[in-house]
């Protein structure tokens, strides 16, 4: 089996984000980037999977300016296969990731997509979920586990009321959740072999898909400072206040 | 100038930092209130860095390490000086003077130890010859096709791990314009040979868990075969192959600079006297400024050395300076870091107070600061010398 997994570029989990000063969006420049999170745990099960013999190869892609090579560089030096970058200036709304990702599916012909339940820059979670229904594929969404057996695989996904394990039918799209596994560190050996691995560029008119955005951001703003907290006197003073002021008792 | 790190020494650094922060962090307080790290840790911890790929880094990829390149080789090390020396040496670096292994030597010391098979030391000082080697009284006397060493050797770092040890030692005299001098050998000695004991050594402010040990060697017999390099050339050889070490040493202090700015910034942001957090006081504010100054300054000596060593353009007083201003620059930091942390600056439950006595044998060990000033005057005035 072939395992297609999507890698995306955004500002490091560590770093403060700051909105830009005309609040077009926030600062990007000179800022850390780094391989979406759950984007990694989505590598390692691929990684994970192969090691087990269910998958032989895996392919990394990643979509958007030239240095998100840099991410798919990560994913190869993580132990992925090969690489694909569909390169573009657009601004690429989650639609459009899952129509290239279509085409790509339908170039590479995997058996399994997995990719992160959402990326931490925007928050959107809708990728993997398009990509499964414009492709007519069965979804697990949120996985926590992934058990296979011949054309099927069991995923534990995480809901509100607890875990639920659904099986889908091979090919399938997964995204993963935070405890489906913890990624590895690329090792030394891997970082240097990872040049040699061979990555391809396309561009979203190479595989006929418009990725004009339709979503036009009016104003990003930062969230509303916390106010320093108060002292009161007594216990009489709190509920006071509470069912008052805070409104909430 | 081009002072981008490619995307592979981005990777390098990330690497050795998640391991440094998942794998060794979590030890340290351990190591240092028992000063000691057990065998199941250090067997552990070694396993994971060989898995990773991370072990022998500096060594050729040809003989199985890592090939790294000096700069590159900086970042690691930069990386893993953030953890405590006990449990960082565990990722070993193999010392490069046993690249001067040959024949037999290969298979028997050289690449068992990039495999992390067996660890080796690395023993000069001695009670009577500290700075001045050459003034050395370890001897290794020719007979037959043997050599006979005597002699007692200290400080002698992690000597109770290691597996065998590179001797320096004096196989001869030879006058020169300053008075007669010793000619000195490395030989490869294996632990366990009779007449060669390894006993305790003291107990040191710095690096707790990481031990030194005082060696004796009593007629120790070794055979010819164990001359490291060649006979009376123990310093060309270590000239040949150990100037990365101070380096290394340049670069584990940047990174242990890194940790304590990075912490006491943090406290510095939160940590509120007199209505507001003390960063915003003067005092406190300029010395974060001074400190970020001088560790900049100190990685950039540090990193163009590197540069200049891949290229072999650099210099005995590159290197110097480098060691010099990175320990120093880390002593004055560590001081000012405890200071902006007030009484908590001084207590175990972080790790600034251990960084701050660990910054302490920086400035004595590789060479004092005092012989590293010596070499970058020296150069300095060498040409205007008749
Ligand atoms: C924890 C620890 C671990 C060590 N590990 C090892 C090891 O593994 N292997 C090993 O071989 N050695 C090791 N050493 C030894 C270390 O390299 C020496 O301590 C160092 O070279 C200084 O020698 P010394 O301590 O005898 O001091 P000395 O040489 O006696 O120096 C005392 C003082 O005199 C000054 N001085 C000496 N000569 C001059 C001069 N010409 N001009 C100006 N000032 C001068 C020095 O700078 C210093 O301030 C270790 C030391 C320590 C503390």
């Given amino acids: 089996m072939k395992i297609l997994v999507a890698v995306k570029r955004v500002i490091d989990y560590n770093v403060k984000v700051r909105v830009k000063a005309d609040g077009s969006g926030v600062e990007t420049s000179n800022v850390k980037m780094s391989m979406n999170p759950f984007d990694e745990i989505a590598v390692e099960e691929a990684l994970r999977l192969k ?6 190869e895996i392919v990394a892609v990643s979509m958007g300016i030239d240095r998100c090579q840099e991410t798919i560089r990560t994913a190869l030096a993580m132990g992925a296969d090969r690489g694909i970058l569909v390169q573009t200036e657009e601004e690429l709304e989650p639609l459009a990731v899952a129509k290239l990702l279509k085409a790509l599916v339908e170039r590479e012909s995997p058996g399994l997509v997995i990719v992160g339940k959402q990326a931490i820059d925007g928050d959107h979670s809708e990728t993997g979920q398009m990509l499964a229904a414009i492709l007519g594929w069965p979804q697990g969404t949120f996985a926590s586990k992934l058990e296979f057996e011949t054309d099927s695989v069991n995923v534990t996904r995480e809901v509100d009321g607890g875990l639920e394990i659904v099986k889908l039918k091979l090919p399938a799209v997964i995204t993963t959740d935070l405890r489906l596994n913890e990624p590895r560190f690329a090792s030394l050996p891997n970082i240097m072999k990872a040049k040699k691995k061979p990555m391809e560029t396309l561009t979203p008119a190479e595989l006929g898909v418009d990725v004009t955005p339709r979503v036009t951001v009016v104003e990003v703003v930062e969230p509303p400072k916390r106010k320093a907290g108060i002292r009161v006197e007594s216990v009489q003073a709190l509920v006071e206040k509470l069912r008052n002021e805070a409104k909430v008792i | 100038m081009d002072f981008t790190l490619s995307h592979e020494q981005q990777l390098i650094v990330e690497t050795v930092r998640s391991f440094v922060e998942r794998e060794l962090y979590p030890h340290e307080l351990e190591v240092e209130r028992t000063d000691r790290v057990t065998p199941e840790l250090a067997k552990n911890i070694k396993r994971k860095a060989l898995e990773a790929g991370l072990y022998a880094a500096n060594m050729p990829e040809a003989l199985g390490g890592g090939g790294l390149d000096a700069v590159s080789m900086a970042l690691m090390e930069r990386e893993l000086g953030r953890a405590s020396m006990a449990l960082q040496m565990l990722v070993a670096r193999p010392s490069n003077i046993l690249q ?17 098979e067996r660890l080796e030391c690395l023993a000069m000082t001695e009670p009577g010859a500290g700075s001045d080697l050459r003034s050395m009284s370890t001897r290794a006397d020719a007979d037959g096709d043997d050599y006979v060493i005597n002699g007692t050797k200290h400080f002698i770092s992690h000597a109770d791990l290691a597996d065998y040890v590179v001797l320096f030692a004096a196989t001869g005299e030879e006058q020169t314009a300053r008075g007669p001098k010793k000619k000195i050998t490395a030989f490869l000695v294996d632990k366990g040979i009779e ?7 003291y ?14 060697f009593d007629d120790c017999r070794v055979p010819a075969s164990k ?13 040949e192959w150990l100037s990365a070490t101070r380096l290394q040493i340049a670069a584990m202090c940047v990174g242990r600079g890194q940790r304590a700015l990075e912490l006491c910034t943090e406290w510095a ?23 970020a100054m001088e560790l900049k300054a100190a990685e950039l000596m540090t990193l163009e050395t590197a540069w200049r060593l891949d290229r072999g353009t650099m210099r005995d007083e590159d290197a110097a300076m480098a060691k010099l201003y990175a320990t120093e620059m880390l002593a004055r930091l560590t001081d000012d870091a405890v200071q902006i942390f007030g009484g908590m600056g001084l207590m175990d439950e972080l790790p600034l107070e251990r960084l701050w006595r660990d910054a302490r044998v920086e400035r004595i060990w590789e060479g004092t600061s005092e012989i590293q000033r010596h070499i970058i005057s020296r150069a300095l005035l060498r040409p205007h010398e008749s």
């Fill in chain 1, 51 to 56: 090691e087990a013999g269910t998958a032989e």
């Fill in chain 2, 100 to 116: 001067a292994c040959e024949g037999e030597q290969i298979d028997e010391y050289l690449l068992p130890t990039i495999r992390g």
């Fill in chain 2, 195 to 201: 007449g060669f004991s390894v006993r305790d050594g």
């Fill in chain 2, 203 to 216: 107990h040191s402010v710095s690096h707790r868990g990481y031990h030194n040990s005082i060696l004796e």
């Fill in chain 2, 227 to 239: 001359v490291l390099g060649d006979v009376h050339c123990g310093f060309d050889v270590a000239n």
């Fill in chain 2, 269 to 291: 942001a939160n940590r509120r006297q007199f209505g507001q957090p003390i960063g915003r006081f003067q005092g406190t504010s300029f010395k974060l400024a001074d400190m």
